[in-house]
């Protein structure tokens, strides 16, 4: 079986469309291993994060994977292949975690840390030829 996360319901990882269409078995293994146990790891470093909270009212419906025809969908994102979230942290701002993040020789599972965001954290797991946790600009 494959990994599912600790912290996270599936949910929170898509849109709302995508959830009702596809079994929740299913949508689970749309989504890079590695990525959910990172985001189970920034969980356990950083304290709540939020990704997607359209099940619960809230506006954020495309943090997680994104689907041909939704309004943010790129098939060079890797958030289209199930390798990216953006991340909102309850205690943190995106900076801060950031900031701590460059602090670490190897950050569990995340490859890549999108520099410059404000309110939110973009984490992947596209693959960089390279040890260690690399910052990208957008």
């Given amino acids: 079986m494959k990994y599912r996360c600790e912290h996270f319901k599936i949910q929170e990882l898509v849109s709302e469309k995508l959830y009702l269409m596809?079994?929740?078995?299913?949508?689970?293994?749309?989504?890079?291993?590695?990525?959910?146990?990172?985001?189970?790891?920034?969980?356990?470093?950083?304290?709540?994060i939020t990704i997607n909270n359209w099940h619960s009212g809230?506006?954020?419906?495309?943090?997680?994977?994104?689907?041909?025809?939704?309004?943010?969908?790129?098939?060079?994102?890797?958030?289209?292949?199930?390798?990216?979230?953006?991340?909102?942290?309850?205690?943190?701002?995106?900076?801060?975690v950031s900031e701590k993040l460059r602090r670490f020789s190897v950050v569990p599972y995340i490859m890549r840390i999108e520099n410059g965001t404000t309110t939110w954290l973009h984490v992947d797991t596209k693959p960089?030829?390279?040890?260690?946790?690399?910052?990208f600009n957008p």
């Fill in 22 to 48: 596809v079994h929740e078995d299913v949508l689970w293994q749309m989504f890079d291993e590695n990525l959910l146990r990172g985001i189970d790891w920034l969980r356990d470093q950083f304290g709540p």
């Fill in 128 to 135: 960089i030829g390279q040890a260690g946790l690399y910052f």
């Fill in 58 to 96: 809230g506006a954020f419906k495309q943090s997680g994977l994104r689907m041909k025809g939704s309004k943010y969908y790129s098939p060079f994102s890797m958030h289209a292949v199930g390798q990216a979230a953006d991340l909102k942290f309850s205690d943190w701002t995106p900076n801060q």
